[in-house]
């Protein structure tokens, strides 16, 4: 998990509130990822970005907003809580194509939505 | 659009016995292909990956994969499992063309070695 720093690591919130996961990294990649990991659904993708400012929507985006301000910090926002997204979130990164090493993942953040 | 499918949730296989945990792909261009293990309360970890050349890709901790492009598949293998290798295991695909470099994950095999 060298590289990537997500924040917090577990968190508990209430229904219709807003929360913010952070994830930091230090690998310099261009490409930054969010997925959430549910059991029997693998990881599916929420939001990507491609550079400072530019990210674009994945599988799973509803309820979900994106910000990437810097190209090491890539904020995912809830902008109201609702249980369906108690789920644990990873973080990912990855240079450009053609170099094709695959992701860097963060430890990952166990949200409870209650 | 691109899918893996990992068609057995759970393997149980005794120590010291070969294993393998299957992955099935579909892309509609030329597939970039990646195991990553997860151990609990980790992140996800890389293990091997195949992008051309040879069909049989070495990895770490003595794992393997072979790529059959007419199965499509991408199975996972070791000669001898350790008990340390009880983990989740994930198959992810590419498109070489996807310009995003998004991978798509399939929904996991958990291993299970027992001594």
């Known amino acids: 998990d060298a590289g990537i720093t997500q924040s917090p690591r577990h968190k508990v919130t209430e229904t219709g509130t807003p929360v913010t996961l952070r994830c930091h990294q230090t690998?310099?990649?261009?490409?930054m990822y969010w997925y959430r990991q549910d059991p029997g659904h693998g990881l599916r993708l929420i939001h990507y970005s491609y550079g400072v400012k530019d990210t674009d929507k994945g599988e799973v985006s509803d309820g979900y907003s994106v910000s990437r301000s810097k190209t090491e910090d890539f904020l995912l926002t809830l902008e109201s809580a609702t249980s369906s997204q108690t789920s644990v979130y990873f973080c990912a990164s990855s240079g450009p194509p053609p170099r094709d090493y695959g992701y860097t993942f963060g430890s990952g953040t166990r949200l409870t939505v209650v | 659009a691109q899918s893996v499918a990992q068609p057995e949730d759970q393997v149980n296989v005794a120590e010291g016995n070969p294993l393998t945990v299957k992955c099935t792909y579909s892309?509609?261009?030329?597939?970039?292909l990646f195991w990553y293990v997860q151990y609990p309360n980790r992140g996800l970890q890389f293990l091997l990956k195949y992008i051309t050349g040879d069909n049989l890709v070495k990895g770490s901790y003595g794992f393997e994969a072979e790529f059959n492009k007419s199965q499509t598949s991408f199975h996972l293998k070791k000669p001898s499992a350790l008990v340390s290798d009880s983990a989740l295991y994930f198959c992810?695909?590419?498109?070489?063309?996807?310009?995003?470099?998004?991978?798509?994950f399939g929904g996991g095999t958990r291993l299970m070695v027992k001594p």
């Open positions: 690998e310099n990649h261009r490409y």
């Open positions: 992810a695909v590419r498109d070489g063309g996807n310009a995003g470099n998004m991978l798509t």
């Open positions: 892309v509609s261009g030329n597939p970039y």
